[in-house]
């Protein structure tokens, strides 16, 4: 499956004074298939030592000799490591912190060495890290779910992900193309962009097989759950990770998690999820000015999940005859899928986050799916499951905030329309309305219209 990321590794593989790097993501979203597959189409050999099984080799980073170590580590393999045509390949490296500890030496004495680490709780691991962080000497790239683009890669091929890239605001799309994508969409709502669900409905057509694999995906993450301290931590987690699914789009009240556990415990529950990658906190911004998190507060937030189709699996949904099903959440689906898109859209090797808004007062309460930035300007984004559906608080916040321009996705073509504000100035804004399946598409398309 080809990855939008792989473009970045190879930007990576050819800069000079590259640093190690670090790869970061929830467990299963495919970082040892990207690494070692990529690696094997850039490098004469692939080197990968997963310290998670293979914990006879952590000795080996007790030193800081990098030389010694890839002579050793080299003899051990019964692999030649050679500077320029070998990756290292250093897969679960939270599971042995000396190793992040060394990356700093492999910048600084073996710079010409490719090292590219990952790790499936790494956030979690660096937090408790005991060793001297390589500041510096490091970079990091985030990996995510398969986006919708790269759904519709493995299960078609490039040529309709490449018709996607043409379509443009205001240029109509044929009945029978406008068919076609939404059932792709409706199909990446019930399978959702982790690799593996992915690559089996792609080779076999099966959703059997595909809820066969998210459930064993589900029970995998929450068999992680141990590694975090007392068993009642545990437990809380798992309430937690079910919450947060059953609830997308919600506003997160740790007493509806718990009425018998403090928030504080809570709370901790849901850090620990946070860190682990597998939900997504969407903070409250008032929005006011760039950046957005300037004013986050961290008392108000809803969350996403990992995965869209993981959520539906959580949720009990059988994903056999699901393609003609209307749920009940469609909604919360489709604010998890486009938080999901927005997330896989930013740049690989920044931590993206997002914000919502709202604003909570008697007989005026108004509450916005996302706001974003973009250069300078701050947009607000309503989400629709269907092809209609009011804008009041979409309206609200342009004239609280005097802004003039705003996105709307839904099910109808992509246009952008000049519309009134409610109230005696009538003020004139800018509307760019997408369908779901363009929210991939969002950045090209505002260059399109705003630039």
């Not at 595909?210 to 992680?224: F, H, K, P, Y």
């Not at 415990?265 to 911004?285: H, Y």
């Not at 499951?385 to 009041?392: E, H, I, N, Q, V």
């Amino acid at each position: 499956m080809k990855r939008k990321v792989q473009a970045f590794l190879t930007e990576w593989k050819q800069r000079p004074g590259r640093k190690p790097l670090v790869l970061r993501g929830a467990r299963q979203v495919g970082k040892t298939y990207l690494v070692e597959h990529w690696g094997q189409e850039h490098f004469q050999s692939v080197l990968t030592v997963d310290l998670e099984r293979e914990r006879d080799l952590h000795g080996l980073f007790a030193q800081p000799d990098p030389k010694r170590l890839l002579e050793e580590l080299a003899l051990l393999k019964g692999r030649a490591i050679k500077p320029g045509e070998t990756l290292l390949f250093l897969d679960e490296i939270q599971a042995c912190p000396p190793a992040l500890a060394v990356l700093r030496y492999f910048y600084e004495l073996m710079p010409e060495l490719h090292v590219i680490a990952a790790g499936s709780l790494l956030d979690f691991a660096l937090r408790e890290f005991a060793h001297s962080m390589p500041v510096g000497r490091i970079e990091y790239l985030h990996l995510h779910p398969l986006s919708f683009e790269e759904f519709v890669e493995a299960l078609e091929g490039p040529a309709l992900v490449e018709y996607l890239g043409r379509v443009g605001v205001g240029e109509p799309v044929s009945a029978a193309m406008e068919k076609r994508f939404l059932e792709l969409l409706r199909r990446y709502f019930f399978i959702g962009g982790m690799p593996e669900p992915v690559r089996v409905y792609a080779e076999r057509q099966d959703l059997l097989e595909v809820q066969r694999i998210q459930t064993s995906l589900v029970a995998t993450v929450q068999d992680d759950f141990g590694k975090y301290g007392p068993r009642r931590l545990h437990e809380l987690m798992r309430q937690t990770y079910r919450h947060v699914a059953e609830n997308v789009g919600r506003k997160m009240k740790f007493v509806n998690v718990s009425r018998e556990d403090r928030s504080g415990d809570v709370r901790r529950a849901f850090e620990l999820l946070a860190q682990s990658r597998v939900v997504q906190p969407v903070f409250r911004t008032a929005a006011n000015g760039l950046p957005l998190g300037a004013e986050r507060d961290e008392r108000h937030f809803k969350a996403l999940f990992l995965d869209v189709g993981l959520v539906n699996r959580l949720c009990g949904l059988d994903l056999v005859g699901a393609e003609d099903l209307i749920t009940v959440n469609e909604g919360a689906l489709a604010e998890q899928y486009v938080g999901q898109q927005l997330l896989a859209a930013a740049l690989p090797f920044e931590d993206p986050q997002l914000f919502y808004w709202s604003r909570e007062a008697k007989n005026a309460s108004a509450e916005l799916d996302y706001v974003i930035s973009r250069h300078q300007e701050i947009l607000p984004v309503e989400v629709k499951a269907g092809k209609t559906g009011t804008l009041r608080s979409l309206y609200q916040f342009l004239q609280e905030k005097r802004r003039q321009r705003a996105v709307r996705f839904h099910l109808r073509p992509a246009v952008l329309e000049e519309v009134s504000l409610p109230g005696a100035e009538r003020t004139k804004v800018q509307l760019l309305s997408l369908p779901l399946y363009l929210s991939g598409q969002l950045e090209r398309l505002l260059q399109e219209v705003f630039d």
